[in-house]
């Protein structure tokens, strides 16, 4: 998944960056609302966290501009302001949820998988496909019951494909869930993870679950293509 975080300080931009990267996401960082605005607009973003407090224009003007421009992506806004009036705010400006400094990183963990899953047809931090079981709050996978253990960039790739079962993934629909704003697209990365998963999720098993469809990208299905 692809996370914008708007933050203008420097060492909790890194810090959360950082967590968030060494648990599989994607992450672009914005230093102002000008520039967080500009990326939400030309970026396909699977969830944004948004800072209050921000040079050029504040979280507040940022959060009613992304949405005035038809961007639907959820919003988590950070605030050092624990006040209600401040909160409601927020919320009738177009933000999803909230969160205020200082916050348990698991915390924020679980609210953006909150946030992320509100836009697709599931549920649950389990999720099962085809005798595929991923549990993305323990990071944890299994096949017909057998553990698979995979890196944070692969269980990310699982979960998105995962996500858009039985859908045909354009390779630059992965690029833009998984990696962030300085992916080269003449590298073959993408092909590279997809073949490292295959070896862990379709090895040893009977029948294939991620497919190669020519000239389109790939399909994540129990009947091939």
Same mark, same amino acid.
């Given at each position: ?66 949405? &005035?421009?038809?961007? $639907? ?7 050092? %302001?624990? +006040?209600? /009036?401040?909160?409601? !705010? ?9 969160l205020v400094k200082p916050f348990h990183f698991g915390e924020l963990l679980a609210r953006l998988r909150s946030l992320i899953r509100r836009g697709t047809d ?42 858009? &079962?039985?859908?045909? $993934? ?7 869930? %998984?990696? +962030?704003? /300085?992916?080269?697209? !003449? ?39």
């Amino acid at each position: 998944m692809r996370i914008l975080l708007i933050e203008d300080d420097k060492k909790i931009a890194a810090a959360v960056s950082k967590g968030l990267r060494d648990e599989g996401y994607a992450v672009d960082v914005a230093s102002d609302g000008l520039i967080g605005e500009e990326f939400a607009q030309t970026n396909n973003y699977d969830a944004i966290i948004l800072d209050i407090m921000l040079p050029k224009q504040d979280g507040w003007q940022t959060c009613a501009q992304i949405r &005035a421009a038809g961007v $639907l992506t959820p919003i988590l806004m950070l605030t050092a %302001l624990d +006040d209600v /009036n401040d909160k409601i !705010r927020g919320l009738d400006e177009g933000a999803d949820d909230y969160l205020v400094k200082p916050f348990h990183f698991g915390e924020l963990l679980a609210r953006l998988r909150s946030l992320i899953r509100r836009g697709t047809d599931v549920r649950s931090t389990r999720v099962e496909k085809f005798g595929v079981i991923l549990d993305v709050a323990t990071h944890k996978a299994y096949r017909d019951g057998h553990e698979i253990a995979l890196s944070a960039k692969e269980f990310a790739l699982l979960e998105l494909f995962m996500m858009h &079962a039985g859908k045909i $993934l354009s390779r630059q629909a992965i690029s833009e869930h %998984l990696w +962030d704003i /300085n992916f080269d697209p !003449r590298s073959n990365v993408i092909e590279a993870f997809v073949k490292f998963l295959r070896q862990k999720i379709d090895k040893c098993f009977d029948k294939p679950l991620i497919h190669t469809v020519r000239g389109a990208g790939y399909l994540f299905s129990d009947e091939g293509f």
